[in-house]
């Protein structure tokens, strides 16, 4: 496996609509294992193809708490086809936006169908972190961060701010 590079906004590569996964063959299995591994090692719960360069419709998370055992999932070609009326705010984080966090207002939970990494289709209901998790890494496939909820004002502090750490890190 191989750690991959995390690309950082702003970046015009993060804005990509991302397209299906069209085969799943060696190379998909093989991306999938990379993002695992480029995610735990961040850390992190969620990431997109997108976020490592590739835009395919594909999403690895793992919300489970640090005092239970890993429970990888990978979305392939998801869509979220229920969103609930409730809204719930969440602190938000991104491995795109390292270092901030804002509270972020999102459908409490959602119904997403998707493909495993088996190619078998599947349908879950997701709640709390992991409705919260789903959604923010489906607004990555579209080339939506989660800045792209906030004001344009909160959105070009922090991404001005991004882009001064790129500077004084080069
Ligand atoms: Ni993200």
Known sequence: MTLLPLIIAPDPRLKTRSVPVENMDASVDRLIDDMLETMYKAPGIG???VQV???????????ARDDEDPAPQVLINPEIVRFSEEGALYNEGCLSLPEHFVEIERPENC???????????????ADGILARCVQHEYD????TLFVDHLSALKRNMILRKLVKA?????
């Open 47 to 49: 990431l997109s193809a």
């Open 53 to 63: 360069g590739v835009p395919k419709r594909l999403i690895v998370l793992d919300v």
């Open 111 to 125: 119904t997403v169908e998707y493909v495993d990494r088996h190619g078998a289709k599947q349908v879950m209901e």
């Open 140 to 143: 990555h496939l579209d080339g």
């Open 166 to 170: 790129r500077k004084q890190a080069s």
